[in-house]
Nanobody, 114 residues
Framework: QVQLVESGGGLVQPGGSLRLSCAAS????????MAWYRQAPGKQRELVAH???????NYADSVKGRFTISEDNAKNTLYLQMNSLKPEDTAVYYC????????WGQGTQVTVSS
């Protein structure tokens, strides 16, 4: 059973930055892709950013130019650097990993508010 543990969420003012981390319990080389999703209150979960095992990335239009997804294979960790945060970025952020099964973390709350 694979475990994904997110961290790094919190309260930040508009325009601020946060870096989310997702630590995997096994080598991330074993996943064909990893991603960050988010879910705001009353809304459906949406894809924020995606990275393949080959390093290709893609982003939701709403975060392009502000968020960066990356991974550290030596640490088995996925990251999401979030800059220029907006109140509409407030959500629970989830880590996702794809192999023969899809895995999810428990989520970390990000609140952008003054």
């Amino acid at each position: 059973q694979v475990q994904l543990v997110e961290s790094g969420g919190g309260l930040v003012q508009p325009g601020g930055s946060l870096r989310l981390s997702c630590a995997a319990s096994r080598s991330i080389f074993s996943f064909y892709a990893m991603a960050w999703y988010r879910q705001a209150p009353g809304k459906q979960r949406e894809l924020v950013a995606h990275i393949t095992s080959g390093g290709s990335t893609n982003y939701a239009d709403s975060v392009k130019g502000r968020f960066t997804i990356s991974e550290d294979n030596a640490k088995n960790t996925l990251y999401l650097q979030m800059n220029s945060l907006k109140p509409e970025d407030t959500a629970v952020y989830y880590c996702n990993a794809g192999a023969t099964t899809t895995y999810w973390g428990q989520g970390t709350q990000v609140t952008v508010s003054s």
